[in-house]
């Protein structure tokens, strides 16, 4: 296999869509980072690859200039990193066992690259470029099927939201004692009979799209996601961090849903919670970027998506001379938006008390590629399936001023749409109306 991958740009628009639903019936390894339904932004990645470790030797400290009009992304590595790989490397205890444990990455072989503000797309491939064009040009005219309507399915919780207001309880006894001033307090739901994930995305991306979703299915596991948040970004030497916190529903008529997005942007709590995350994340990348270099792009700014509005802020440096992979993710993994802070102490606690492992919720997924660019999104809003079992994660950020309600309305929120997507309603304890 080439180390480099051979690319064309296509005279025509391509369907990422129609492109991933034949190729996963060919290979068991499979991606499509997806830019959403309906997508007017960004770029969608389809293609295939061979299994390979993670690639934490490519260099970042890279000044590549790229053509606004070419891929980002043109040959690399397509996977995930989970949470306990990234907290066990700080040095926090973690859970060794459970569904959904450990990385994966592909080495990709097969690509396609569309840019969705003009439908622009690219082949690539390690070898007979010819042989995957016609792949294309014979997809690209499928039309794709209606998406399925799912089986009713059930779902388990780990926690009792009366289990979880306890454990936010105790979070804010940490907090009164000075161990940590804020921790991100995790759960998780469970369903069994799950038969097509696949299917399930299709309905999930329909639901929920999102600018960085995706599915990869990488050895006889499949990850689904509607992520909203970018959790590393790198091209040109520069690196990135987009961190989440502050969430609020979307509303039931417009003036409703505005009122909602207006509060979350001036509410106490979501800023305190939110600047603390960026404070951590500032910390993080001054390990791996050159000094005087971090900036916080944007604070506090409210973005939309199709089930909630988040509050977002972006953190910048120039990635020192050396920076690679492996040192990003030793400064920055697991996300601080999805520990607390301080990182090690909090990481420590939320062991203690979420009673079992986050697996690849709160980890990261997408692209590294061989010019030191990569693009990762969070673990959230997503789908762990392995067998017909599929887990999904949900959690929310503990402050001194959280309100047990709110938060457990938060998880029940954030939950919905995956839980949704698989068939299954939230559980009854968690979808009162009282609580919701």
């Not at 499979?30 to 932004?41: E, K, S």
């Not at 926690?159 to 979880?164: A, D, I, K, L, S």
């Not at 307090?185 to 799209?209: E, H, I, K, Q, S």
């Amino acid at each position: 296999m080439r180390e480099r991958l051979t690319g064309r740009l296509l005279g025509r628009a391509v369907d990422p869509e129609a492109v991933f639903l034949a190729l996963e019936e060919r290979h068991a390894d499979v991606f499509w980072l997806d830019a959403g339904a309906a997508a007017a932004a960004g770029w969608s990645y389809v293609g295939t690859g061979e299994r390979a470790p993670f690639p934490g030797e490519v260099r970042l400290d890279v000044a590549r200039t790229r053509r606004a009009e070419e891929p980002p992304f043109h040959g690399g590595w397509v996977g995930w990193y989970d949470y306990e790989s990234g907290a066990k490397a700080a040095g926090a205890p973690v859970a060794e066992s459970g569904g959904g444990a450990g990385e994966a990455w592909l080495r990709v072989t097969r690509l396609l690259a569309v840019r969705h503000d003009d439908g622009a797309a690219w082949a690539f491939a390690d070898e007979d470029l010819d042989e995957w064009v016609a792949f294309l040009d014979t997809t690209s005219t499928s039309e794709v099927g209606p998406v399925s309507r799912p089986h009713e399915r059930l779902a388990s919780a780990r926690h009792t939201p009366e289990e979880y207001t306890s454990l936010i309880e105790r979070c804010r006894e940490l907090i009164r004692a000075g161990i940590a001033y804020q921790l991100c307090l995790t759960t998780r739901f469970t369903v069994t009979g799950v038969d097509d994930a696949v299917d399930v995305y299709r309905r999930l991306r329909t639901a929920t799209p999102a600018h960085h979703g995706g599915i990869l299915r990488i050895d006889g596991r499949a990850l689904l996601s509607a992520s909203p948040e970018q959790f590393l970004q790198a091209e040109g030497g520069v690196i990135r961090t987009r961190p989440i916190k502050g969430t609020r529903p979307r509303g039931v008529d417009p003036e409703a849903d505005a009122a909602l997005a207006a509060d979350l942007a001036v509410d106490e709590k979501e800023r305190a919670e939110n600047v603390m995350i960026v404070d951590l994340m500032r910390n993080d990348l001054s390990r791996v970027c050159v000094p005087g270099t971090i900036r916080v792009e944007a604070l506090w700014k409210v973005e939309t998506y199709p089930a909630v509005h988040q509050l977002v802020s972006t953190v910048s440096g120039t990635a020192a001379h050396g920076v690679d992979v492996a040192a990003l993710f030793a400064a920055a993994a697991p996300a601080g938006s999805m520990t607390g802070a301080p990182k090690l102490s909090a990481m420590t606690r939320l062991h203690e008390l979420e009673g079992g492992p986050r697996g690849v919720y709160a980890g990261c997924f997408g692209f590294v590629g061989h010019d030191g660019a990569l693009d990762l999104a969070m673990v959230i809003r997503s789908i762990l399936v392995e067998g017909d079992q599929a887990i999904v994660g949900a959690g929310g950020g503990i402050t001194w001023r959280s309100v047990a309600a709110s938060e457990v309305a938060e998880v029940a929120t954030k939950a919905r749409a995956p839980l949704a997507a698989l068939g299954a309603d939230t559980p009854v304890a968690w979808a009162s109306d009282i609580l919701n």
